[in-house]
T-cell receptor
Framework: AQSVSQHNHHVILSEAASLELGCNYSYGGTVNLFWYVQYPGQHLQLLLKYFSGDPLVKGIKGFEAEFIKSKFSFNLRKPSVQWSDTAEYFCAVSKNRDDKIIFGKGTRLHILP | NAGVTQTPKFQVLKTGQSMTLQCAQDMNHNSMYWYRQDPGMGLRLIYYSASEGTTDKGEVPNGYNVSRLNKREFSLRLESAAPSQTSVYFC??????????FGPGTRLTVT
């Protein structure tokens, strides 16, 4: 069965610092990968997704993620974070175009002004 | 265009009571989902439905039933609520590009 691991449960950064959140998945076949964000008091919204092609995916709000198949990883990055990036971030995976989408446990990001 | 709507927003149940959480989407999506969100556990998939009339178990289906009677609506039923089912429940639907759209959630407390 597919599973998703997010290694950082809680990250605290200062504004302008660079961000990298880890995500690893367990399924060995073709996968679709997602990063979602949940701002305080809001519901989840999509940051970016990977299906195929260029392994470096750019999303909204300056976020990007890199798919490294050999490492089963899909880490989220942002060169310079802002206070407004304070939120919880979730990695998700599905087998190739399968409807079953599984989420990781989330990483709570706190940006100090 | 309301997106994904859920009712109720809050609910308190006593152990053993039953209830149904309602979810509807107006985006003509085929696939719909129920997740529960617990602190430190992320979102866990309870059930999903790839199309009207079909449902499949997710990661944590025990204690729940679902019903997809039409394309718009996907309900989640707790037949005999337990304190372990205290959680925030999110419904979602998925478009053709595999983006999921989430509802505002139902905060359920079982005492």
């Amino acid at each position: 069965a597919q599973s998703v691991s997010q290694h950082n449960h809680h990250v605290i950064l200062s504004e302008a610092a660079s961000l990298e959140l880890g995500c690893n998945y367990s399924y060995g076949g073709t996968v679709n990968l997602f990063w979602y964000v949940q701002y305080p008091g809001q519901h989840l919204q999509l940051l970016l997704k990977y299906f195929s092609g260029d392994p470096l995916v750019k999303g909204i709000k300056g976020f990007e993620a890199e798919f490294i198949k050999s490492k089963f990883s899909f880490n989220l990055r942002k060169p310079s974070v802002q206070w407004s990036d304070t939120a919880e971030y979730f990695c998700a995976v599905s087998k190739n175009r399968d409807d079953k989408i599984i989420f990781g446990k989330g990483t709570r990001l706190h940006i100090l002004p | 265009n309301a997106g994904v709507t859920q009712t109720p927003k809050f609910q308190v149940l006593k152990t053993g009571q039953s209830m149904t959480l309602q979810c509807a989407q107006d985006m003509n999506h085929n696939s719909m989902y129920w997740y529960r969100q617990d602190p430190g556990m992320g979102l866990r998939l309870i059930y999903y439905s790839a199309s009207e009339g079909t449902t499949d178990k997710g990661e944590v289906p025990n204690g729940y039933n679902v019903s997809r009677l039409n394309k718009r609506e996907f309900s989640l039923r707790l037949e005999s609520a337990a304190p372990s089912q205290t959680s925030v429940y999110f419904c979602a639907s998925r478009d053709y590009s595999y983006e999921q759209y989430f509802g505002p959630g139902t905060r359920l407390t079982v005492t």
